[in-house]
């Protein structure tokens, strides 16, 4: 199987030596020459990709983190389903939304902050972990107070701390206006 001369004149103009990684060269071929390429080798090629869009240390940080938690991919229930918003007709018309679902713990996510689909499935297992460890530490309880917290920071006052409030800031503009110099005539 031959490759289109445009294509394999890429690998002569950057000047690379192997045209995928890992791969050995043949022996006749030059840089920019048209190069064959068999199904195996490019069946090794993709042996050698990852599941997800992101380095292999990121993945295998994501995979110590799982086992850590007692999270096996078995237990994830992985659904697709079409984002909005930002992105486009990739959003709009590719299921890019990702949506995970812990069977033991019955915790839910759902992940559509990029315009591709297996990022978003990294960044929905990263997702997913955090509220395990949230639930399994603790740290429920101390995340509930404070959106209660905030909550109250922004519900409405009442009408007598807003009287209150008000009576306070004229009595110290009161203060102020008798601080004021007087200019006489």
């Keep these: 199987m031959f490759y289109s001369p445009c294509v394999v004149s890429l690998i002569g103009l950057v000047g690379l030596r192997q045209p995928f990684p890992g791969v050995p060269l043949a022996q006749s071929q030059t840089p920019g020459s048209i190069v064959s390429i068999a199904r195996p080798r490019l069946v090794l090629y993709a042996q050698a990709m990852n599941a997800f869009p992101v380095s292999p240390d990121k993945e295998s940080q994501l995979a110590q983190r799982m086992t850590a938690l007692g999270v096996s991919?078995?237990?994830?229930?992985?659904?697709?389903?079409?984002?909005?918003?930002?992105?486009?007709?990739n959003v709009n018309k590719t299921s890019t939304c990702v949506m995970l679902l812990h069977r033991p713990?019955?915790?839910?996510v759902k992940c559509q902050a990029t315009r591709q689909q297996g990022l978003n499935r990294f960044l929905a297992r990263r997702l997913l972990l955090d509220k395990i460890e949230e639930r399994q530490k603790g740290y429920v309880a101390t995340e509930r107070a404070a959106m209660e917290k905030i909550r109250r920071q922004k519900r409405r006052r009442s009408r007598r701390a807003k009287q209150r409030m008000l009576a306070d800031k004229?009595?110290?503009?009161s203060k102020k206006e008798a601080r004021r110099p007087i200019f006489g005539d």
Excluded: K, P
Excluded at 105 to 108: D, K, R
């Design 73 to 89: 991919e078995a237990d994830i229930e992985e659904t697709f389903v079409r984002s909005g918003g930002h992105g486009g007709q």
């Design 170 to 173: 004229a009595h110290h503009a």
């Design 105 to 108: 713990s019955g915790l839910q």
